[in-house]
T-cell receptor, first 112, second 115 residues
Framework: GQNIDQPTEMTATEGAIVQINCTYQTSGFNGLFWYQQHAGEAPTFLSYNVLDGLEEKGRFSSFLSRSKGYSYLLLKELQMKDSASYLCAVRSRPDSSYKLIFGSGTRLLVRP | EAGVAQSPRYKIIEKRQSVAFWCNPISGHATLYWYQQILGQGPKLLIQFQNNGVVDDSQLPKDRFSAERLKGVDSTLKIQPAKLEDSAVYLC?????????????FGPGTRLTVL
């Protein structure tokens, strides 16, 4: 089966750094996505990793270790607008089609 | 570039009534997805289309849910009859070809409340 785990909630302070972890179990792994979702809005794409290592994009970075089934999203210089849910999603190809399975999301609260 | 369009944004119905949602994907995107997102959970795939053909509908409750994409562009998702547990946000997403390099882009969603 497929399983994705991420913390339910995290709290951090404006200007700080926060790391949101995601562990997964899947067959036919074909990439890992991070999406940001503000309350009442659609998920928006943040990052994509398919090879091991760190991908940096401005204040956001994402890391992947395929052997460990582990990823993290790193947010630097936190801003109040970063308060949102962060969804880890794993793409796999168990049969002839690609499937994207989402975790339940991590709700991040940024405090002043 | 225009994003994924969905309507209506909100819908309130009573149980056992019918409801339909509409989605227009990003222009040129061959693959269209419908997701159900229950409060506090991640999106769950209901159905995936490649052009006007169904690729995956394994998690679609076919006794009450149906979806179509007749001309390979816009799509409708219908629930008939609705149950209380169908209260959720229904998200439509699209990607250019459904291939390994494709990113899915989401519409604003339709928030359904079943009373």
């Amino acid at each position: 089966g497929q399983n994705i785990d991420q913390p339910t909630e995290m709290t951090a302070t404006e200007g700080a750094i926060v790391q949101i972890n995601c562990t997964y179990q899947t067959s036919g792994f074909n990439g890992l996505f991070w999406y940001q979702q503000h309350a009442g809005e659609a998920p928006t794409f943040l990052s994509y990793n398919v090879l091991d290592g760190l991908e940096e994009k401005g204040r956001f970075s994402s890391f992947l270790s395929r052997s460990k089934g582990y990823s993290y999203l790193l947010l630097k210089e936190l801003q109040m607008k970063d308060s949102a849910s962060y969804l880890c999603a794993v793409r796999s190809r168990p049969d002839s089609s690609y499937k994207l399975i989402f975790g339940s999301g991590t709700r991040l609260l940024v405090r002043p | 570039e225009a994003g994924v369009a969905q309507s209506p944004r909100y819908k309130i119905i009573e149980k056992r009534q019918s409801v339909a949602f509409w989605c227009n994907p990003i222009s040129g995107h061959a693959t269209l997805y419908w997701y159900q997102q229950i409060l506090g959970q991640g999106p769950k795939l209901l159905i995936q289309f490649q052009n006007n053909g169904v690729v995956d509908d394994s998690q679609l409750p076919k006794d009450r849910f149906s979806a179509e994409r007749l001309k390979g562009v816009d799509s409708t998702l219908k629930i008939q009859p609705a149950k209380l547990e169908d209260s959720a946000v229904y998200l439509c997403a699209s990607s250019s070809a459904g291939a390994s390099t494709d990113t899915q882009y989401f519409g604003p969603g339709t928030r359904l409340t079943v009373l």
